[in-house]
Nanobody, 113 residues
Framework: QVQLVESGGGLVQAGGSLRLSCAVSGISSSLNTMSWYRQAPGKQRELVGIIFSGGNTNYADSVKGRFTVSRDNAKNTVYLQMNSLAPEDTAVYYC???????WGQGTQVTVSS
């Protein structure tokens, strides 16, 4: 059974940083394309960043230069490093096995102005 467990969310002031973690079990994160999505109240879930099985990454324009997706193969964990956070980054952030129906439970990120 594939499970994704996110952690690291919280309340941070604008300009601050957070690192989200996604602990993966049941599959190897290094052999799969993994992604981070977010959903703000009243908005659709949107792709934030993706790391392909080969290691390449891609990001939404709104977070380029501020967010970084990485993974630790030994820990089977995927990360989302978020810097220069702004109030518009406030959302529930989800880890996802891309090209599948597998999602984590989400972690709340709130950025105060």
């Amino acid at each position: 059974q594939v499970q994704l467990v996110e952690s690291g969310g919280g309340l941070v002031q604008a300009g601050g940083s957070l690192r989200l973690s996604c602990a993966v079990s049941g599959i190897s994160s290094s052999l799969n394309t993994m992604s981070w999505y977010r959903q703000a109240p009243g908005k659709q879930r949107e792709l934030v960043g993706i790391i392909f099985s080969g290691g390449n990454t891609n990001y939404a324009d709104s977070v380029k230069g501020r967010f970084t997706v990485s993974r630790d193969n030994a820990k089977n964990t995927v990360y989302l490093q978020m810097n220069s956070l702004a109030p518009e980054d406030t959302a529930v952030y989800y880890c996802h096995v891309h090209f599948s129906q597998v999602w984590g439970q989400g972690t709340q990120v709130t950025v105060s102005s």
